[in-house]
């Protein structure tokens, strides 16, 4: 709905944008040509390597690409690829490409933070492009860089470099708080319009995609709170379609050089282009740790090409910028989100999906319940987030009014992933924590505040359940980061990787969370790939994160003793109102492992000795609630209108 239909948020737009925008939004088109001017002249055209491959690190991971295409034909593409399952490999084999690269550099992602991880990869970015490497960086604009000072500083730095923006709000590079609020009035539509997509491409030759953004947290560096999330490296001539994608991307009028944007454009005139961006690292240890395996052939050889895993029938399906326009076809509008609802259907046996946020869009809805409603259904294994473990309080708060229905009508079996995991790819040291023995009675520590909680911070506001920070989350699709605290003290994991495999046989990786948000709002990016030796080593993965240690599972709750059968029908009719959701009591809860005699492998919730092999551990296990159960139940009883651009 537009400014017309809520003429008060149009007024207060407008009272909001003089004092926001200042002489930003006045800037004429001379002015932004000299900020242009500024930006272009002070770019460098210095190189510092004149050899033919610009001085790019010798790599084992070229050498297999170079195999890949060696061993392909157009009728038979081969393909190399290796899942990235531990957080700093993931790191570890990004800044090795950008190292390795002697052409080009292409990077695609929603999140750039300034953080160590991030900062390393951008210090090894403007380096490539000082040694004549071609780098081009392409940033969603609501998660792009923290200051408009870095900004200013990469818009002028090279010829070599380039930076654009994905559909900027307001001719802003960056949004203050009020103008979160004007463009939620003015321009609902665009600011909701995100590219989620993810794409790290090397010579058009070695790509990588998946669920992580460029933040200590999905590397394993944080010292309080770290992603569980899946990347893919691949080679081979699919290389070929990603560079097509991202230059769709690249050359899409929504894509806007940085320079060219008011706020960035007012910072040239008034102070010129700054140094170089680069802070100092909070954990200089590690980033050395990282950069020694990083010119270590061994190392390489034995993380990623030793595992590369030799595949046939690989596919990449990507939105397209045209995704984002109002005058596209339903069949258009959502490739990604199309393909992966066709696999699912087609499935005969099993379907294994893993998401962070199980809030199902409504075609997404059709085709599960479908599957159920088969004579002989497949079995539909669900891995997500728990309460405790998710980084999005509303997310969740959601998917909890739908558990009946997901257990009865499309009859998932939910394992919700604990925020302590027993058996998790995940590694203490990088983090930077202090590694002395943890308290377990001890409260959790303070987490470390949100992106968005920052910039609120800076501000002098504060966020909590139902307020500024919430609504502000919702509003731009982040499902409102606010983890909850836990009643002991420790790392946590969140999930963060979106996966599936259907029938043991096609494996995808990407960055669609099956979910109103992908379907409908943010462009997404995934790898097919129909082979089942890649589809078994995924399936692994997955199921290592459904493992008992690892997840509590969804079961039935034990039904009243008195009227249960009204008890069924309140909750039932509860659940199906369209705003609200009243009923305090709801069909089913988790539940913990006890392994015993004849528990081994666990059963399926469904299955007649569930019980007695499980354990109930209320709805929400690790977490004290204290106040926050209220917020739970405000917003199930009241927030199901947001799911569509959850």
């Known amino acids: 709905m537009g400014a017309r239909g809520r003429p008060w948020l149009a007024l207060a737009a407008l009272l909001l944008l003089g004092s926001s925008l200042g002489g930003c939004a006045t800037m004429s088109t001379p002015q932004r040509e000299d900020a242009e001017?500024?930006?272009?002249?002070?770019?460098?055209?210095?190189?510092d390597c004149t050899a033919a491959d610009a001085c790019a690190l010798a790599s084992p991971l070229h050498d297999l690409a170079d195999r890949a295409l060696a061993e392909s034909t157009s009728k038979s593409p081969r393909h190399y690829v290796v899942l990235l399952d531990k957080g700093p490999d993931a790191l570890l084999a990004r800044v090795h490409l950008i190292r390795s690269a002697r052409r080009s550099i292409d990077l695609q992602t929603y999140i750039f933070d300034e953080d160590d991880s991030a900062q390393l990869v951008l210090d090894e970015l403007q380096a490539a492009a000082f040694r004549g490497v071609k780098v081009r960086l392409l940033l969603d604009q609501l998660s792009a860089l923290e200051k408009v000072s870095t900004l200013a500083a990469l818009?002028?730095?090279?010829?070599?470099?380039?930076l654009r923006l994905y559909n900027p709000v307001l001719d802003r590079a960056r949004l203050s708080t009020p103008m979160y609020v004007v463009a939620s009035a003015c321009c609902w539509r665009t600011l909701n319009r995100r590219m989620h997509s993810k794409l790290l491409l090397v010579d058009d030759a070695i790509g990588i995609t998946g669920g992580r953004n460029y933040q200590d947290d999905y590397f394993d560096w944080d010292a309080s709170y770290n992603f569980r999330d899946r990347d893919l490296l691949i080679v081979g001539p699919v290389a070929g379609d990603m560079a097509k994608n991202f230059a769709a991307f690249w050359n899409s009028p929504r894509s806007v050089q940085a320079e060219r944007l008011g706020d960035v454009a007012h910072y040239l005139r008034t102070h010129g282009v700054p140094p170089p961006p680069h802070q100092p690292y909070t954990k200089p240890g590690r980033v050395r740790a990282l950069l020694a395996d990083v010119e270590d052939t061994a190392v390489i050889r034995d993380r990623f090409v030793t595992p590369a895993l030799a595949v046939s029938g690989v596919q990449f399906i990507a939105d397209l910028p045209a995704k984002h326009r109002d005058s596209a076809t339903d069949e258009y509008q959502a490739p990604a989100s199309n393909v992966l609802q066709q696999l699912i259907a087609s499935a005969q046996d099993e379907v294994l999906l893993q998401t962070p946020y199980l809030v199902l869009s409504k075609p997404a809805q059709r085709v599960f319940r479908a599957l159920h409603r088969q004579p002989d259904p497949p079995r539909v294994l669900i891995s997500t987030n728990s309460l405790a473990s998710t980084d999005a309080f509303i997310a969740y708060a959601i998917s909890y009014k739908y558990k009946r229905r997901y257990l009865r009508d499309f009859g998932f079996e939910i394992h919700e992933f604990k925020p302590f995991p027993e058996d998790a790819p995940f590694e203490l040291g990088p983090t930077g924590a202090d590694l002395g023995?943890?308290?377990?009675?001890?409260?959790?520590?303070?987490?470390?505040?949100t992106r968005l909680e920052r910039r609120l911070a800076e501000r002098g506001l504060h966020s909590d359940p139902g307020g500024e920070s919430s609504m502000l989350g919702s509003l731009l699709g982040s499902s409102g980061s606010l983890p909850v605290r836990l009643k002991r003290a420790g790392i946590r994991m969140g999930l963060h990787a979106k996966s599936m495999v259907v029938d043991g046989r096609v494996g995808v990786v990407g960055t669609h969370n099956f979910d109103p948000r992908s379907d409908n709002y943010n462009t997404e990016s995934a790898v097919v790939i129909a082979d089942p030796a890649f589809a078994q080593l995924l399936a692994a993965s997955i199921r290592r994160d459904m493992e008992p240690g690892n997840a509590w599972v969804i079961g039935r709750r034990d039904p009243s003793p008195v009227l249960p059968g009204i008890e069924f029908t309140l909750a039932r009719i509860s659940e199906r109102m369209p705003i609200f959701d009243l009923w305090p009591v709801k069909y089913a809860t988790s539940y913990e492992f006890v392994p015993g005699p004849g528990c081994t492998p666990p059963p399926s919730p469904f299955a007649a000795d569930f019980r007695h092999c499980h354990k109930p551990v209320g709805d929400f296990p690790e977490v004290d609630l204290g106040l926050k159960w209220l917020g739970v139940r405000v917003f199930t009883a009241f927030g199901s209108g947001l799911a569509p651009i959850l």
């Open 155 to 162: 818009s002028g730095l090279h010829a070599n470099f380039e």
């Open 37 to 47: 001017r500024i930006a272009n002249s002070a770019r460098s055209t210095q190189v």
């Open 437 to 449: 023995e943890v308290d377990a009675s001890a409260p959790a520590p303070e987490r470390r505040p």
